[in-house]
């Protein structure tokens, strides 16, 4: 009769598996249940954020937390939540909703190790919630809100190597600065499209189901951006123009910073 060998149960190898086995839980633990008041108190000092941006409260835990944040003047509340990690992928998917007092943004966000992150939103601009900003900066006012329904933006390199969108606003008053005085006009059912160019970012308004653009927008990744209004535009609001120009003939065209610095 042969002696049976005995085994130790603590083997090497299934002492390393419970070894990371317990760091893994330990990790999630913390990821769980530390309070993200916490880390942000301890990362704040090395994370630059704009001048206009200021936080001003942290809640909650990392996993499922809120911070509140006052955004050129005004308060805005960024909620989110952690979902499970892909080990496969490198990545980190992440439900995010940004809210001011009567404007939501709500979306998914995928972040890719080591430096690429893709975001997918939907949501509803109440335009009069910001009527005071529109004033100072000297553009024109619409009444009504702004439907988001797809933006989709894709950082990496630093920078936004894709973005794509639709928004959608159903059209009525539109004010603007006329000097001391104050032109206005009734507009249809309007849409912009966002779209990448190989020199930055593309914004087009047109009207809903019409033959052209009647404002585009270009902002470049060196900081410059790009405005044209055609002909269409002054069309749709009414005004006179010369009858010998066509709908897509651009009457009026800026190029200027929009970062300090830029050229």
Same mark, same amino acid.
């Given at each position: =009769?042969?002696?049976?060998?005995s085994?130790?149960?603590?083997? #090497?190898?299934?002492?390393v598996?419970?070894?990371?086995?317990?760091?893994?839980?330990?990790?999630?633990?913390?990821?769980?249940?530390?309070?993200?008041?916490?880390?942000?108190?301890?990362?704040?000092?090395?994370v630059?954020?704009?001048?206009?941006?200021?936080?001003?409260?942290v809640?909650?835990?990392v996993?499922?937390?809120?911070a509140?944040?006052?955004v050129? !003047?005004?308060?805005?509340?960024?909620?989110?939540?952690?979902?499970?990690? /892909?080990l496969?992928s490198l /990545?980190? #998917?992440?439900?995010?909703?940004? +809210?001011? /007092? @009567?404007?939501? &943004? *709500?979306?998914?966000?995928?972040?890719?190790w080591?430096?690429?992150? *893709?975001?997918?939103?939907r949501?509803?601009? $109440?335009?009069?919630e910001? *009527?005071?900003? &529109?004033?100072?900066?000297?553009? +024109? =006012?619409?009444e !009504?809100?702004v439907?988001?329904?797809?933006?989709?933006?894709?950082?990496a %390199?630093?920078?936004?190597?894709?973005?794509?969108g639709?928004?959608?606003?159903?059209?009525?008053? $539109?004010?603007?600065?006329? !000097?001391?005085q104050?032109?206005?006009?009734?507009?249809?059912?309007?849409?912009a499209?966002? %779209?990448?160019?190989?020199?930055?970012?593309?914004?087009?308004?047109?009207e809903q !189901?019409?033959?052209?653009? +009647?404002?585009?927008?270009?902002?470049?990744?060196n900081?410059m =951006? *790009?405005?044209r $209004?055609?002909?269409?535009?002054?069309?749709l609001?009414? @005004? #006179?123009?010369?009858? /010998?120009?066509?709908?897509?003939?651009?009457?009026?065209?800026?190029? @200027?910073?929009?970062l300090p610095?830029?050229?």
């Amino acid at each position: =009769m042969s002696d049976v060998e005995s085994k130790s149960f603590l083997r #090497p190898g299934k002492v390393v598996l419970l070894v990371l086995l317990g760091l893994a839980v330990y990790v999630a633990a913390l990821v769980i249940w530390i309070p993200a008041g916490w880390v942000w108190h301890q990362v704040s000092a090395h994370v630059p954020l704009p001048q206009q941006v200021e936080v001003k409260q942290v809640s909650g835990q990392v996993w499922d937390g809120a911070a509140g944040l006052v955004v050129a !003047g005004y308060p805005v509340r960024v909620d989110w939540r952690l979902g499970w990690p /892909s080990l496969t992928s490198l /990545s980190l #998917p992440l439900d995010i909703t940004v +809210a001011s /007092s @009567q404007s939501t &943004i *709500e979306g998914d966000v995928k972040v890719v190790w080591p430096d690429r992150a *893709e975001l997918d939103a939907r949501g509803q601009i $109440v335009v009069s919630e910001f *009527e005071d900003l &529109i004033r100072r900066s000297g553009g +024109a =006012m619409i009444e !009504g809100n702004v439907t988001i329904d797809r933006l989709n933006l894709v950082w990496a %390199d630093n920078r936004i190597a894709r973005a794509d969108g639709v928004g959608r606003w159903a059209g009525g008053l $539109v004010t603007w600065p006329m !000097g001391n005085q104050t032109g206005q006009a009734r507009f249809p059912p309007m849409q912009a499209n966002l %779209d990448t160019t190989q020199g930055g970012i593309a914004l087009t308004v047109a009207e809903q !189901g019409g033959r052209g653009p +009647a404002a585009d927008a270009n902002i470049l990744w060196n900081g410059m =951006m *790009e405005v044209r $209004v055609y002909k269409r535009m002054v069309d749709l609001a009414g @005004q #006179p123009w010369s009858e /010998s120009a066509s709908p897509g003939d651009v009457v009026f065209r800026v190029k @200027q910073p929009l970062l300090p610095g830029a050229r």
